[in-house]
């Protein structure tokens, strides 16, 4: 029929079969399946457009074979879904892979061979190569780094760059290189995704082949730029209305770039200052940039505009990266460390929200990110043109605007409190970013001097923890526990009635308790930070002194004790992958996590093994067992992790077994996405969390009488803001629990409040004292010094 396409209709067809065999032999849930029929569609309709945008009536021989090559892409596609959802079949998604990346060799040969080569067909093979480089780096990026989707959102950028740019639409010359760098772009995702080279070798492999393709793209986009004014103008004119048309999408992108600019340049990056109001000011960053580009050469101010608007592309990502670390850590973003937190976050995220979620929270903003630093550069380059094009006016602007900042500046007019109409707050943020490089450097220079000055390294074990000889020692961190949860909240009610009912309850059980405060390194998040604070009596508040730390033979509570005699133990419920640190620093003899500890019930959100469960297995393991020696231990209890739901209940201890008396409790309890739309609702759900984790280790102790079983119960960190509040502090409760009068007694000069409940006016300490305090109460000595 006149008009109607079959190689479309017979793509189509193909990939629905394709589809269909892959579900049939290796199955396809519902990501799968919605993934791969969209690529379906989307892709024949493209291919439907383009065959009537370059007025081809029927796919060539060589179209046939890229169609098939774009089927098999929509199978990889669908794979790639289901891989965040279960284990993908490897062997089968590489040989999809493998097979398009050799059929991409073939069109070429056979559009030669039948003389059937064409504009269409070149575009066509291009467009496909791009889609199978775009899915094959979505499926790598988790393994190798979020970065390596810039590889496949490479073609799509330098379209969108085409939409706004007039000059960016020009036809690019054949180059044979051009080829060769796409071929070297799928070959080496094929590589990575078969996980058949070790990970620091794949990693350079995917830099190099990234790098291979900035070079070309980055040529085309220079050979388009040289040649932006000398097109040749093939058509006469658009009609009088599609003149209209364009004009008016052409001011909407001017204005929208300029939008995007003023509020990249005076967005604040703390949240207490996030406010329609903070968007009213005048940045002096814009009339600087203008300036300079229209006093400057043409091609000098192209230069300046490119720089600007990557650098103030970086500048928004960061004051976007200071707004998140502000709201869960109580912090900005530290440009030098805080990117290796990326991991941790997607885990926390994948615990949270589930696999499929977190990838696509996750992929939403690296999209995002790039855009971002596609788009800043772009707008900086129209408006600076528009400007130079309009001289005289914009430089009278600029003046006049500059004479209204200075006075503002002067005078202090601010549209809110800490908010000034004459900002300069995006070069602010820029010199502070670099500030904290610097800092850091400074930082790991003293840490170091620090580090050395260790009274404990060389103590030798009988002169280490005489006051606790024959005492087991547990170390038990809850995660999230801090001040919020005891005084002056509208949660800590409750938690302090427990805490009081506690104290009764321990003190009938034989135990006396002591408490009071120490302030954490860390707010919100990162417990390792506040775990290696009070183990090696160095304040860890960033990842690089605790990478320092680890490196270091820095004596810990756990060597120490190791030293002394003890057995010393961890366990870290939330772990599901080795943790080196544990021995080649901490040298635990024993290193528990969710893997081996014999759990099978269902995970609780962020946590996969109760808190109930791990004291249980802890105590069934190591303290049940009859001729063993002292044992030392820090247990981290995480049932009160965020997201704070859905929440595991108290059982029966001997009920317990392997976990699955747990079965079904999950689906009782309402899912993070029902509770946290709601700040009150949050604040709830972890006041609910603390009470079961407090109170798993209050039965734990009622149930397990023991005279010689010695409980530091601590806190790791204050939770995030929106429990804890802005400007929240860094103190967490800490109890020292024992049935022994001499071990209470030995830290009587302390001045600790009675009971679990530490008052308002309570010691505080900070944390990194803890070591060196407890050492030397316990009869530890240290080394004398030189």
Known sequence: MPGVHSGPVVGLITQVALLGALSASVGLGSAGWVVGLTCALVTNALLARGMAAFDVDRLGPADRVTLVRVSLACGVAALTAESFTRPAPLELLVSLSAVALLLDAVDGIVARRTGTASAFGARYDGEADAFLMLVLSVYVAPSVGLWVLAIGAARYAFLAAGWALTWMRGTLPPRHWRKVVAAVQGVALAIAAAAVLPTPVTTLLMLVALALLTESFGRDVLWLWIRRSRRPVLDPGPAPRRGRLRAAASAAVTGLAGLLLWGLLVVPNELDRLSPVAFARIPVEALVVVAAVVLLPRTAGAAVAVVVGVLLALVAVATVLDLGF????????????????????????????????????????????????????LAVLRLTRIARRHRTVSLRAVGALGVVWVLLAVVGLQVAPGTPIASAGAAGLA??????????????????????????????????????????????????????????????????ALLDAGTTRLKAAGYDTRSAFLTSPTFGGISWLAHSTLQSGLWIDSQRRYDALVASDRTTLATAFGRAGWRTVVDVPPDNRDWPQGTSFYHYDTIYDSR??????????YAPVPDQFTLATFRRLELAPKDRGPVMAEIDLVSSHTPWTPLPRLVGWDELGDGSVYDGMPEKGPPPSAVWPDPAQVQAAYGRSIQYSVSSVLSFLETYRDPNLVVVLLGDHQPSAIVSGQGAGHDVPITVIAQDPKVIGRISSWGWDVGMRPLPDAPVWPMDSFRDRFLRAYGSTPEAAP
């Open 326 to 377: 502000t709201a869960a850590l109580g912090r900005p973003f530290d440009p030098a460390v805080d990117w290796t937190y990326a991991g941790s976050a997607v885990d926390l995220l994948a615990d949270s929200l589930g696999r499929a979620r977190a990838v696509m929270a996750t992929a939403g903003a690296g999209v995002g990110a790039v855009a971002v630093l596609v788009l800043t550069p």
């Open 596 to 605: 081996n500890v014999g759990y099978r019930g269902p995970k609780f959100s």
């Open 431 to 496: 010199i502070d970013e670099v500030d904290q490089v610097y800092t850091g450097i400074q930082d790991q220079q003293a840490f170091a001097r620090a580090s050395a000055a260790d009274a404990f390294r060389d103590t030798p074990g009988v002169d280490l923890l005489a006051g606790l000889r024959g005492k087991d020692v547990l170390v038990v961190f809850v995660e999230s526990y801090g001040r919020v949860a005891v005084q002056d909240s509208a949660i800590s009610g409750p938690i302090d």
